[in-house]
């Protein structure tokens, strides 16, 4: 598409990571606005921290469904192009589905052309609560493209992105980016998105060079630096295995919420506590009476309701039923032989794979019912406390830990607001129970929450 020069072109892919150049522009009222906006409108949706990341293929509408089962509070389209969005119904009515129970939802485009993207925006924003521009694709496709990371090298293209939505939509804009190898080129570019529009970013800790989720960690530090520099909400992504991975993210990077994919395609029910098998040996786990097999049936359901392509269902059953393909090859065999699927050889293939036994459950965390014990009774436990006294124990620092020394004494569990025991098992002999104030709450007399009981 070919446009007329801009009188008032916009800085250089230089000067949009000088910080220098981001310090000349003066905060306005304008801005503020924005930002009070970015904020009402996420807490309008309940502030969701447990969220389906964007995943080409795998996001679709009944797969979201099931997450939301399994404690989601909100999800991401996968990624949509957008100039094939605009220019082929096809496309658009068979990637794009969604229904009234599929909120807060994030429509996700890839684009590299404003009035294409949006011309597409406008069409889903009376669908969705976001509309998000993906800049954080590190494949080759999106290399050819030029959209995703690759954007990266083209800032003041990404900036007229991020404007034309903003000036021109109903619903807020949002980004999800990869960091770069230099921490303060990545704080620039996120300052820069948010100047121009963004109302949310989600941000990967990763580089576009690190695609492998396995061999590279992602960044939380980084993650966290960009939470402190910006004034709209922030999302991570990255490095999440369990739903507890998901509140430690929140503690040490102070974002609002966190997306998981790798996980979730394996484990759609992660962020409500289940575990795969690689956690069987784990002290304190126990057969969640769930197992991966129950939860393709219910996708399958879910499937025939909302019709998507079959390859997004191979794509899942495969995912979702590798531990069991592991026990019984044979099977999986004979799926990647099926080259036609219907849902009838799917609901036989799980009745198959449970008739075999060996069925491989999901796991939980133990739960323990404990007696509590009021503030004031704390007194009376003295002895198996040492020397902590009860004001001190019911009110360290933020931060802070004390040590306490229990003898012959089982501690169970601490769960009080803006605090953490971090020793949830059964300990006896002679143990030391960690308690750390983690949040902003205080005690008020509610009531410290161990049991005891005498070995």
């Given amino acids: 598409m070919t446009q007329n020069p801009d009188p008032n072109p916009d800085p250089s892919q230089d000067d949009l990571l000088s910080s220098e ?32 990341a964007p995943m080409v293929d795998n996001s679709e509408l009944p797969f979201r469904l099931l997450c939301q089962k399994y404690g989601a509070q909100a999800a991401y389209t996968p990624m949509l192009h957008s100039r094939v969005f605009t220019e082929t119904e096809k496309y658009r009515n068979q990637e794009f589905t969604t229904c009234k129970e599929d909120r807060p ?76 190898p230099n921490l303060q080129d990545t704080l620039n570019y996120a300052k820069m998105l948010e100047e121009a ?14 695609k492998d989720g396995k061999k590279f960690r992602a960044d939380w530090g980084a993650i966290k ?22 509140d430690e993210c929140i503690r040490e990077t102070g974002v609002e ?83 036609i699927l219907t849902f009838e050889f799917l609901y036989g293939l799980v009745d198959q794979l449970k008739e075999l036994g060996g069925r491989v459950p999901l796991y939980k965390k133990r739960k323990i019912d404990t007696p509590q014990l009021h503030s004031s009774q704390v007194g009376l436990n003295r002895s198996l406390m040492g020397s902590v006294t009860t004001s001190n124990f019911l009110n360290p620092q933020l931060g802070a830990e004390i040590r306490v020394p229990v003898k012959n004494t089982h501690v169970y569990a601490f769960a009080e607001h803006g605090n953490e025991l971090r020793s949830s098992k059964d300990v006896k002999g002679n143990p030391t129970a960690v308690y750390r104030r983690m949040g902003q709450g205080s005690s008020y007399g509610v009531g410290v929450k161990l049991g005891f009981g005498k070995s």
């Fill in 257 to 339: 919420g966190v997306l998981s994919a790798e996980t979730l395609l394996e484990n759609p029910a992660a962020f409500a506590g289940f575990r795969t098998a690689e956690w069987a040996k784990e002290e304190g786990y126990v057969d969640g009476g769930l197992d991966q097999g129950d939860l393709v049936v219910e996708y399958l359901k879910l499937c025939e309701k909302h019709p998507v392509p079959w390859r997004m269902i191979r794509s899942h059953v495969h995912k979702m039923l590798g531990d069991w393909f592991r026990v019984h090859p044979q099977v999986r065999e004979e799926f990647n032989a099926q080259n």
């Fill in 105 to 180: 939802l994030f429509v996700q485009f890839c684009a590299n052309d404003p009035d294409t993207l949006l011309e597409a925006a406008k069409r889903v924003q009376p669908y969705c609560d976001y509309v998000d521009i993906n800049l954080g694709c590190p494949q080759r496709i999106a290399k050819r493209g030029n959209y995703g990371a690759f954007l990266m090298d083209n800032l003041p293209l990404v900036k007229s992105l991020v404007k034309k939505l903003a000036q021109n939509l109903t619903v807020p804009v949002s980004c999800k980016i990869r960091i770069f």
């Fill in 225 to 246: 630096e960009v939470r402190e520099a910006l004034r709209i909400p922030v999302l991570a992504n990255g490095n999440v295995r369990c739903v507890e991975d998901v």
């Fill in 197 to 210: 529009g963004c109302s949310l970013l989600a941000v990967h800790g990763r580089t576009r060079d690190e």
């Fill in 21 to 52: 150049q981001q310090q000349q522009q003066p905060e306005s009222l304008s801005i503020d606005t924005r930002v009070e906006q970015a904020w009402a409108h996420w807490k309008k949706l309940g502030k969701p921290k447990y969220i389906v």
